[in-house]
């Protein structure tokens, strides 16, 4: 099963998201800041990272700048989940080079499914 990274300063939705997908059959690491995400993406090379954009140190912003940039990341998916449910947020991360954008609070349904098409999405451009 997949590797998810999730990145989130809010603890309860970082743990309620990191038990979900757990519960899911996902191996799942967890930050607290956009600082620790980027560390543990560089560590772990997760399949695919969910970040919150309003985050200390890092933002999720920066977060993606960085994993963009990096060889061995660049092409890892990255759903922003934020808060923010405005379409300037939005179209500044999708022109950032999200992946998928999804708005808290959020259904478990809609998230699994954001991540499931992320991750085929991602397997089908390895296989060509």
């Known amino acids: 099963m997949a590797t998810i990274l999730v990145v989130e300063d809010e603890v309860s939705i970082r743990t309620g998201v990191e038990r979900l997908l757990r519960l899911e059959g996902y191996t799942v690491y967890g930050a607290e800041d956009g600082r620790g995400g980027l560390l543990q993406a560089v560590i772990v090379k997760p399949d695919l990272v969910l970040t919150d954009i309003h985050m200390p140190f890092i933002d999720g912003f920066a977060l993606l700048a960085e994993i963009r940039q990096s060889d061995d990341l660049a092409y890892v998916p990255v759903i922003m ?48």
């Open 81 to 128: 989940l934020t808060a923010a449910d405005d379409r300037a947020t939005r179209k500044r991360a999708m022109d950032a080079g999200a992946s998928d954008y999804v708005t808290k609070p959020f259904r478990r349904e809609h998230l699994l499914m954001a991540i499931k098409t992320q991750l085929e999405l991602a397997s089908d451009r390895k296989a060509q």
